[in-house]
């Protein structure tokens, strides 16, 4: 560290203090702190420059640590001290005080005060303030022989003053007071630390007891259980008392105590953990059973395992239920199988009963045109009449087989969800319904604001035509019909509603108004096949939703259905 040197200090320039030290960073705090209070410091790094620079500018103090290059602290000062007008110069010493021969050779080299590493600021102001008041004091001279002190069984002449010996004994007393004070304080801290780990330990040992996983400690010598918790008794089937202390060969069968013997000199061996996802016990209490294990070497202060932890969990009943999922999903894969083609089955036997049905609907339909065309003139009202029911019931089997065929296609077509804006869907819809018929009067149709939901646009577009259609058949006959549509988020469902003031149902048979074929009307009353609703349903359900309804005979209907909008 390069000397700073300064001129010899005036009357009014300030305070000139001399710092020898040779750790960068000690010497720059105590300028730092110094410097703030006024002084003008200069900075040496070893006691001979420090000789050479006190010689020439005769600081006010020297604050020197005991250990520096070339010279020591104490050899600085007594060279000091004998220097021809250098006597005057007070010297404070900064050590550890470790060893008591400190003072002693303080007192020989006769220096005026010691601060002990480490310092507060406060203090060091305090001495170097006290060493400045008392630098005339301290070294006027004083009659008589040098004092004799005994110390060690050894005679020992100090030739410092009396009032420098009691201001570097009272320094000295005053830093023991200060590390006493520090050693209180250290103990003070190290009782309430202690008292903080105690409660630690009582948490943990709360929490290990109480945990419902397996858990163990043994030491890493000789591989004794020293821990267990209540949890691994009753996994082992084994008491407490009669696990601590003994080893796994004290405790369980040879292959098994190999194994898991085995097991820990690894860890102890590696260092780091290990992971064993599926271990056999034969456990006392519970039979044979699949254990899932961690253990951990913990190390101590030399950086060596001193323990094992063992951390065990009982797998058995969920690899016994992995073994059940997996049969289940076995068979389910078979009855999917089975299922896929059972649908290819009866898509291909819809298809040909289609077929089979239509030609012969086709016959009767034709010949029963040809007759009223080629013989109306010579037939009675009643045989009219029949020809007009042949042709209705022809076109009515041909909706309905048409109506059965798009069913049962319902099962196999995929769903391809977006999001869907309903508000235009619906209105499209509407457009496009026949909204009146012979003699039927046309409905009012309110549509509110419905909300998008995540949904296959082509079959959600049947289920509307579907419910807005016997919406329409079952309210014609009302002097003002009236259909609203309205729809709302409620639980993460979007849910729709369409309500009319037209015949309405018997809610007690509520319950076959969504099956195929269940019909609460006649013919006569309302035309249909009853494969419309159940159409809704089918279409409903495969996108995750619900549907319901109510109705008051004479009063109108509310059919519902549901979307899942969360997840879809």
């Known amino acids: 560290m390069a000397s700073v040197a300064s001129p010899a200090p005036s009357a009014t320039s300030p305070r000139h203090i001399l710092i020898v030290e040779n750790i960068a960073a000690q010497a720059q705090m105590l300028s730092h702190i110094l410097e703030v209070e006024g002084y003008q410091v200069s900075v040496v790094d070893n006691g001979q420059s420090a000789l050479e620079m006190t010689a020439r500018i005769r600081p006010s103090l020297v604050i020197s640590g005991v250990k520096i290059p070339e010279m020591s602290g104490y050899e600085l000062c007594r060279q000091i001290k004998a220097g021809p007008g250098l006597s005057q110069v007070p010297v404070i010493l900064v050590t550890n005080l470790s060893d008591p021969n400190e003072v002693l050779l303080g007192l020989q080299c006769g220096a005026d005060s010691f601060v002990i590493k480490p310092y507060e600021r406060s203090h060091m102001l305090a001495r170097v303030e006290h060493a400045l008041s008392n630098r005339d004091v301290a070294h006027m001279p004083e009659d008589g022989p040098p004092a004799e002190i005994f110390f060690h069984g050894e005679r020992h002449q100090i030739s410092a003053s009396r009032t420098q010996i009691l201001n570097l004994l009272m320094s000295t007393y005053d830093a023991a007071v200060q590390r006493n004070n520090e050693l209180h304080e250290s103990r003070q801290q190290l009782r309430e630390r202690t008292s903080e780990v105690l409660e630690v330990n009582r948490f943990l040992d709360s929490m290990i007891e109480h945990i419902p996983t397996a858990v163990y400690i043994k030491d890493a010598k000789q591989l004794r259980y020293v821990r267990v918790n209540s949890a691994e008794e009753q996994l082992t089937g084994i008491s407490r008392e009669d696990m601590v202390g003994k080893s796994v060969h004290d405790l369980f069968g040879q292959e098994e105590a190999d194994r898991f013997t085995a097991q820990d000199h690894r860890v102890l061996a590696s260092g780091i953990i290990e992971d064993i996802p599926e271990d056999r016990f034969f456990s006392h209490s519970k039979g044979m059973r699949l254990l899932h294990t961690r253990k951990v070497p913990v190390f101590g202060e030399a950086a060596e395992p001193t323990h094992v932890l063992g951390i065990s969990q009982d797998i058995t009943q969920k690899k016994e239920l992995e073994k059940v999922i997996a049969d289940l999903h076995s068979a389910l894969k078979v009855r999917a199988d089975d299922l896929e083609a059972t649908n290819k089955s009866l898509e291909s036997f819809t298809s040909a009963a289609s077929h089979d049905l239509r030609s012969p609907l086709s016959v009767i339909g034709g010949y029963a045109g040809l007759l009223e065309k080629n013989y109306a003139s010579c037939l009675d009202e009643n045989g009219l009449?029949?020809?007009?029911?042949?042709?209705?019931?022809?076109?009515?089997?041909?909706?309905?087989?048409?109506?059965?065929?798009?069913?049962?296609?319902?099962?196999?077509?995929?769903?391809?969800?977006?999001?869907?804006?309903?508000?235009?869907?619906?209105?499209?819809?509407?457009?496009?319904?026949?909204?009146?018929?012979?003699?039927?009067?046309?409905?009012?149709?309110?549509?509110?604001?419905?909300?998008?939901?995540?949904?296959?646009?082509?079959?959600?577009?049947?289920?509307?035509?579907?419910?807005?259609?016997?919406?329409?058949?079952?309210?014609?006959?009302?002097?003002?019909?009236?259909?609203?549509?309205?729809?709302?988020?409620?639980?993460?469902?979007?849910?729709?509603?369409?309500?009319?003031?037209?015949?309405?149902?018997?809610?007690?048979?509520?319950?076959?108004?969504?099956?195929?074929?269940?019909?609460?009307?006649?013919?006569?009353?309302?035309?249909?096949?009853?494969?419309?609703?159940?159409?809704?349903?089918?279409?409903?359900?495969?996108?995750?939703?619900?549907?319901?309804?109510?109705?008051?005979?004479?009063?109108?209907?509310?059919?519902?259905?549901?979307?899942?909008?969360?997840?879809?």
């Open 385 to 568: 009449h029949y020809l007009s029911v042949i042709g209705k019931r022809v076109k009515s089997m041909a909706r309905l087989i048409d109506d059965l065929l798009s069913f049962s296609r319902l099962s196999l077509q995929e769903v391809q969800k977006t999001d869907v804006d309903m508000n235009g869907l619906v209105a499209q819809v509407v457009a496009d319904l026949p909204v009146s018929g012979p003699g039927a009067n046309k409905p009012a149709i309110q549509l509110g604001m419905l909300p998008s939901a995540p949904a296959d646009t082509g079959l959600l577009r049947q289920v509307w035509v579907n419910l807005l259609s016997n919406a329409v058949k079952y309210s014609r006959h009302t002097a003002s019909p009236l259909i609203e549509v309205s729809g709302r988020v409620e639980g993460g469902e979007a849910i729709y509603s369409v309500r009319d003031n037209g015949a309405g149902f018997d809610m007690a048979h509520c319950d076959k108004l969504f099956q195929v074929f269940e019909r609460l009307h006649t013919d006569q009353e309302f035309e249909g096949t009853g494969v419309g609703l159940a159409t809704v349903r089918r279409m409903v359900t495969r996108h995750g939703g619900r549907v319901w309804a109510e109705g008051v005979v004479d009063q109108g209907a509310v059919f519902h259905f549901a979307l899942p909008v969360q997840g879809g």
